[in-house]
């Protein structure tokens, strides 16, 4: 039943036709067909956007490297290079990117585990992503964190506890507000973590203080290897709240999330409180490497959706069509992002393995006690490989750190 539910919803006539209207060979101005679905609100984004063709290949460019090092990541998984969890966002990048575009540059995020893209997005390079992941000392948390604690410049995290953030987020806008600042948290989550009842308490305490919080839910269908719809009740998360506003987004239209995030964003600097998005996409691989992603669904229902939906394709198409690139153009894209991936994927097998000091480096800002060793009676001494003040604030201390 559920497996005909997800191909007849895959197979539906999805937004893919654009219509263009090109002022000059550097900006075209896009008549989005995908509907923006709205929960509470009297008026939601405009369906036209604009784009600018040095976004556009910007845009392209970090779907595409997105794309290309987590297949990277496939592999090297395969060949037991990269062992442990895995999850990887091979699908879903429209919205890293779209957010990110959205983002202000006092804007700081969280999301769940599925965070290699994100973290890219948020200023780590390809090399620091892909050794953390190797665990090399190179990575973002220099091989200690491994795929699920990616950090980045205003990037929380990386959290490996499914919900365990949402709470965390709506804490990081709290504090903002606090400090008196203008800028805003972006809460990412999984339809998994949807159903999670610290979701539904952050919702509660972010209304209730009006938290400058944007709530943004990625539905890639599948929590795990259930499908969204035979564990939601509701399964419109953006409608979850009745007493915080939502939007729906096409979630594999980087276009469509740049300006349903822009909506959100400015909503809430507007002082209207907070706002959930939920952006509806979907993953390739399975919910992480140790799954094959095909005993709960078909090959065909893959193949399907990355024939008539995939967001590279989709987004090449608008770049096609309103005359911003030319198809040599964006091979001569695609063949740079394989020789930066390539040149990434081989230093991060290459990279130096972390010493065993690192074992007892940076696990706090101020280490009061010693740090507790196999004999009890020898406790290793704590090294910081920072200075951080004693009165430093978790904000400021992650901007130190990069």
Same mark, same amino acid.
């Given at each position: 039943?559920?497996?005909?539910?997800?191909?007849?919803?895959?197979?539906?006539k999805?937004?893919?036709?654009?219509?263009?209207?090109?002022?000059?060979?550097?900006?075209?101005?896009i008549?989005?067909q995908?509907?923006?679905?709205? $929960?509470?609100?009297?008026?939601?984004?405009?369906?036209?956007?604009?784009?600018? %063709?040095?976004?556009?290949?910007?845009?392209?460019?970090?779907?595409?490297?997105?794309?290309?090092?987590?297949?990277?990541?496939?592999?090297?998984?395969?060949? *037991?290079?990269?062992r442990?969890?895995?999850?990887?966002? /091979?699908?879903?990048?429209?919205?890293g990117?779209? &957010?990110?575009?959205?983002?202000?540059?006092?804007?700081?995020?969280? !999301?769940?585990?599925?965070?290699?893209?994100?973290?890219?997005?948020m200023?780590?390079?390809?090399?620091?992503?892909?050794?953390?992941?190797? #665990?090399?000392t190179?990575? &973002?948390?220099r091989?200690k #964190?491994?795929?699920?604690?990616m950090?980045a410049?205003r990037?929380?995290?990386?959290?490996?506890?499914?919900?365990? $953030?949402i709470?965390?987020g709506?804490?990081?806008?709290?504090?903002?507000?606090?400090?008196?600042?203008?800028?805003?948290?972006?809460?990412?989550y999984?339809? #998994? /973590? /949807?159903?999670?009842?610290?979701?539904?308490e952050?919702?509660?305490?972010a209304?209730?203080?009006?938290?400058?919080?944007?709530?943004?839910?990625?539905?890639? $269908?599948?929590?795990?290897? !259930?499908?969204?719809?035979?564990?939601?009740?509701? =399964? %419109?998360?953006?409608?979850?709240?009745?007493y915080?506003?939502?939007?729906?987004?096409?979630?594999?239209?980087?276009?469509?999330?740049?300006? #349903?995030?822009?909506? /959100?964003?400015?909503?809430? &600097? %507007?002082?209207?409180?907070?706002?959930?998005?939920?952006?509806? !996409?979907?993953?390739?691989?399975?919910?992480?490497?140790?799954?094959?992603? !095909?005993?709960?669904?078909?090959?065909?229902?893959?193949?399907?959706?990355?024939?008539?939906?995939?967001?590279?394709? *989709?987004?090449?198409?608008?770049?096609?069509? =309103?005359?911003?690139?030319?198809?040599?153009?964006?091979?001569?894209?695609?063949?740079?992002?394989? *020789?930066?991936?390539?040149?990434?994927?081989?230093?991060?097998?290459?990279?130096?393995?972390?010493?065993?000091?690192e074992?007892?480096?940076?696990?706090?800002?101020?280490?009061l006690?010693?740090? %507790?060793?196999?004999?009890?009676?020898?406790?290793?001494?704590?090294?910081?490989?920072?200075?951080?003040?004693?009165?430093?604030?978790?904000?400021?201390?992650? $901007?130190?750190?990069?």
């Amino acid at each position: 039943m559920y497996r005909s539910l997800r191909l007849q919803f895959l197979r539906r006539k999805l937004p893919g036709n654009i219509q263009f209207l090109a002022n000059e060979s550097t900006e075209a101005t896009i008549e989005l067909q995908s509907k923006f679905l709205l $929960h509470n609100l009297d008026e939601g984004p405009s369906q036209t956007v604009t784009l600018k %063709k040095e976004d556009g290949k910007s845009f392209l460019r970090d779907m595409d490297l997105i794309r290309k090092f987590e297949n990277s990541c496939a592999q090297m998984y395969r060949e *037991k290079i990269i062992r442990g969890f895995c999850h990887l966002y /091979a699908g879903q990048e429209a919205v890293g990117v779209g &957010v990110f575009a959205a983002m202000r540059p006092q804007d700081i995020c969280i !999301t769940s585990y599925r965070a290699h893209g994100l973290a890219y997005m948020m200023g780590a390079t390809i090399e620091e992503v892909l050794c953390e992941l190797t #665990g090399r000392t190179s990575g &973002v948390s220099r091989g200690k #964190g491994g795929s699920m604690h990616m950090y980045a410049p205003r990037m929380f995290g990386g959290n490996g506890i499914v919900g365990s $953030h949402i709470p965390v987020g709506t804490g990081m806008g709290f504090a903002l507000k606090y400090k008196g600042s203008d800028a805003i948290s972006i809460t990412m989550y999984g339809d #998994g /973590a /949807a159903n999670q009842g610290q979701c539904f308490e952050a919702f509660n305490l972010a209304k209730l203080f009006d938290v400058p919080v944007v709530f943004i839910c990625e539905n890639n $269908h599948f929590g795990l290897g !259930t499908f969204y719809k035979r564990v939601s009740a509701n =399964s %419109k998360f953006y409608t979850r709240c009745d007493y915080i506003p939502g939007i729906y987004v096409d979630g594999m239209d980087v276009l469509a999330v740049r300006q #349903g995030i822009s909506f /959100a964003i400015d909503h809430v &600097v %507007k002082g209207k409180g907070p706002i959930i998005v939920e952006c509806m !996409t979907y993953r390739y691989y399975g919910h992480s490497m140790s799954d094959p992603g !095909t005993s709960y669904r078909t090959r065909e229902e893959i193949e399907e959706t990355r024939e008539k939906r995939d967001c590279l394709k *989709k987004f090449k198409n608008y770049l096609l069509s =309103s005359n911003l690139l030319t198809s040599e153009e964006i091979k001569n894209i695609e063949r740079e992002d394989k *020789k930066r991936v390539d040149k990434a994927t081989d230093f991060s097998k290459k990279d130096k393995i972390p010493a065993l000091e690192e074992l007892n480096t940076d696990v706090y800002v101020n280490c009061l006690e010693p740090i %507790k060793n196999i004999s009890p009676y020898k406790p290793l001494p704590h090294i910081n490989s920072k200075n951080f003040p004693s009165n430093l604030d978790i904000f400021t201390m992650v $901007h130190m750190q990069y």
